[in-house]
Structure formats: C-alpha cells, structure tokens
C-alpha cells in the first residue's frame, strides 16, 4: 500500500511569489491535514479536509488556503511569500474515523530567498 | 486548546541504556499518537494508543488517559533511535492533533 506522497520533496521561492504544494493520501484515505514546522513554532495546524470539505482551520493568515479534489488528493497554496514562511510543509492523512491516526507524507521544505 | 507538554526536552544516552520519555495534556484527547522524527524530517507513527498500554519491538507505550498522560519506553536504545520524539492528540469535536514540542533524544555509540 503506497504512502501519503507529498511533491515537491524541495523548493526555493522568492519574496512575493505563490507556491503551491500537493499530497497525495493512501488509499481509501479521505481527510488530508497539512502542517507547518519551524524551529521556532514547532509543529502547526494549518488546516484539514475531508470529502473536499475544510473542517478545520488553524490561525495562519489568508494567504494559506488548501482544496481537496474528488479524488481525496489535496493542494496547499501560499500567496504573496514572505521570508517568514520557510518552513517544513507536511501532510497527513487517515481513515474517516480516525481510528488508527494520522500517516504523514515526508514533507516539502519551502526556502524563500 | 489543548496544551501538550513533553519532557525531558533533550535526553543523551549511551547506546544500550533504557528511557522513557513522557507527555501530558492539559484537557482529555480522544486520539493520541507517538511518532519520531528522523534527520531527513519524516514523522513516523510509533503507536496509536489513546489508552492503555502497546509494545512494537524495543518500544512500549502507556497511555493514562483519566490522568492526561501518556509515556513512551525505549529499550536497549541503538543510535538509529536518534532524533526527535513527539506526542500528539485531539481533543473531542475537533480533527486537528495538537503536537508538544519534542524530546530531542541522541543515542551515542
């Protein structure tokens, strides 16, 4: 069974560009959450889905959104970057019922330069 | 929310030496799992257990939820045990984990 499959694993952005980040959950996996790890903050909720549907929404400014597509494979975008924003991305998904937790992709380091 | 706290924060051992690492919550979590995390910062899941007790190899893990905490052992600890420890749970009506700050753990050679 594949894992949670985040792309790309690298990416190097400058100030004031848009980047988006993708995960793809395991299989049979309908809620996709997304995280934000800084040495500083440490590890961050920044929103999850489920059936297409954001359930939850953590505290990040507007320039975080996500979606999540029919097929259960889910997209972050950050607008307009600051250099504040490099971070760790990850993503994780699991089961409807949470019954057996999360499974994390292997993340995407975001550098803004 | 929820405060997740984790301790000790750093932790040296000598390869072979024993450990146990704990997490405590400042309201009741309905999920909780244990994960490491490895030098190239994948999280890996160590244990689901939102009560009682599980072991997987070398690792164990206890969980008292009436007293909003849980523990994790390590035995006979391996350098490849290196990196850091995290707890994490989600408090009923909600679908986010709250993650504690870690234990850094080194396990020399």
């Known amino acids: 069974k594949a894992g949670v499959t985040q792309t790309p694993r690298y990416l190097i952005k400058t100030r004031g560009q848009q980047v988006t980040l993708s995960c793809s959950p395991i299989?049979?996996?309908?809620?996709v959450s997304w995280y934000q790890q800084t040495p500083g903050q440490g590890l961050q909720f920044l929103f999850e889905?489920?059936?297409?549907?954001?359930?939850n929404k953590g505290n990040f400014p507007g320039r975080f959104s996500g979606r999540q597509f029919s097929n259960s494979r889910s997209e972050m975008n950050v607008s307009t970057l600051e250099l504040g924003d490099s971070a760790l991305y990850l993503c994780?998904?699991?089961?409807?019922?949470?019954?057996?937790?999360?499974?994390f992709g292997s993340g995407t380091r975001l550098t803004v330069v | 929310g929820i405060q997740v706290e984790q301790s000790p924060p750093d932790l040296i051992l000598q390869e072979g030496a024993n450990s146990t690492l704990r997490c405590n919550f400042s309201?009741?979590?309905?999920?909780l799992q244990w994960f490491h995390q490895n030098p190239w910062g994948q999280l890996i899941n160590l244990f689901y257990?939102?009560?009682g007790t599980k072991q997987n190899g070398r690792l164990s893990a206890t969980t008292v939820a009436t007293e909003r905490y849980s523990l994790l052992y390590i035995s006979s600890s391996q350098t490849t045990d290196s990196g850091v420890y995290f707890c994490?749970?989600?408090?009923?009506?909600?679908?986010?984990?709250?993650f504690g700050t870690g234990t850094r753990l080194k396990v020399l050679a």
């Open positions: 889905y489920f059936s297409e549907t954001q359930r």
């Open positions: 994490a749970g989600t408090t009923s009506g909600t679908y986010k984990y709250i």
């Open positions: 257990i939102p009560s």
């Open positions: 309201d009741s979590v309905n999920n």
């Open positions: 994780a998904s699991s089961s409807d019922s949470y019954s057996y937790g999360y499974t």
């Open positions: 299989s049979g996996h309908r809620s």
